[in-house]
């Protein structure tokens, strides 16, 4: 007698031990979509051992029992979501590839699960829908054992977003601030602070659009280390006195990195100054090069004519 419309039907017993080891992790592949726990078309046929297009011709075959609150088709960007999310299994993702899944997956919900045993009636069916009622059942006891953790946990949530909220607030007020602020004329570094002066000589160094103009009596290879983050292009003219540690060699191949550089010697500056595209100057308690190992000062020089007046006595210095 040929079976009738709403069965799909398997005698071979021997499968429903096959079907055992599928049936361990039945948790992995129920999913939340759309508030509800629900299962997907292709894991469901993969634990009744039958192809996805039979499965789904099955329930077809038997719509009426399968209302909308009891199975719906996924939009694209659900299904996307949980293949983003790398939750959904591996045999649908393979289906996939090989052609074989030309559209958007059904997700059953536990109504819809229960159904399924009025439609496929095999053994192996049997067996798997009682795992998959008890498994929903497992979760639903977990759940309500664990309601007041879950509560907590969100409240515990909600706590972390109001501190993240308060915290970017904050932030955005002393952003606010430095931004509304003009940069501090002077700056005081105490034996030690050896990176802090470093990091600020760089940042000076960088402010540079086209050239520096160094006076430091005492310049070495440390100072080159200083003047090599300088941005491209910017030329660099130091002016130190002869007996400078400064080789030619080391001049040499500063230029072969990180030109322009020129050494030029004098004995009129006792005190050391950095100056920025002929426009900015900044008073240096110490040589660059011992930045940070005793207690030393940066000012910006506020008048302008006073950054003249130093050009100008390196321009006689130069000429005599």
Do not use: W
Not at 11 to 19: E, F, G, V
Not at 42 to 62: C, G, H, P, W
Not at 271 to 284: G, K, N, P, Q, S
Not at 307 to 317: G, K, N, Y
């Amino acid at each position: 007698m040929a079976a009738e419309n709403n069965e799909v039907i398997t005698k071979d017993r021997t499968n429903i031990a096959a079907a055992e080891p599928m049936l361990t992790d039945i948790r992995s592949l129920i999913y939340v979509v759309r508030g509800q726990q629900v299962m997907l078309d292709s894991d469901l046929a993969m634990l009744y051992q039958v192809e996805t297009r039979i499965f789904n011709q099955a329930v077809k075959r038997n719509i009426a029992r399968f209302p909308d609150n009891f199975r719906f088709q996924l939009s694209k960007e659900e299904y996307d979501f949980l293949r983003s999310q790398s939750v959904i299994s591996k045999p649908d993702d393979a289906q996939e590839k090989r052609g074989g899944r030309r559209y958007l997956p059904f997700a059953f919900t536990e109504q819809g699960i229960a159904m399924l045993s009025a439609v496929l009636r095999s053994d192996v069916a049997i067996q798997v829908s009682i795992n998959i009622m008890n498994t929903f059942v497992e979760l639903r006891k977990f759940v309500s054992n664990n309601a007041l953790l879950f509560e907590r946990i969100n409240e515990v949530e909600l706590k972390q977003l109001q501190y993240q909220r308060q915290t970017d607030e904050k932030f955005e007020k002393v952003f606010e601030y430095i931004s509304g602020h003009e940069e501090s004329t002077q700056k005081v570094f105490f034996e030690g602070q050896i990176y802090d002066a470093f990091e600020l000589l760089v940042d000076l160094i960088r402010k540079a659009d086209r050239e520096i103009t160094l006076i430091d009596g005492y310049v070495d290879v440390g100072t080159l280390n200083l003047l090599c983050k300088k941005n491209d292009s910017v030329s660099v003219v130091i002016y130190t006195h002869e007996k400078t540690k400064l080789s030619d060699a080391d001049v040499k191949k500063f230029n072969s990195q990180y030109p322009p550089l020129t050494v030029k010697y004098t004995k009129a500056f006792h005190d050391r100054f950095l100056i920025l595209d002929d426009t900015i100057a900044y008073h240096i308690g110490a040589s660059l090069k011992d930045a940070g190992t005793k207690c030393f000062a940066v000012n910006l020089l506020q008048d302008e004519s006073m950054v003249r007046d130093i050009l100008q006595r390196l321009e006689l210095e130069t000429e005599e």
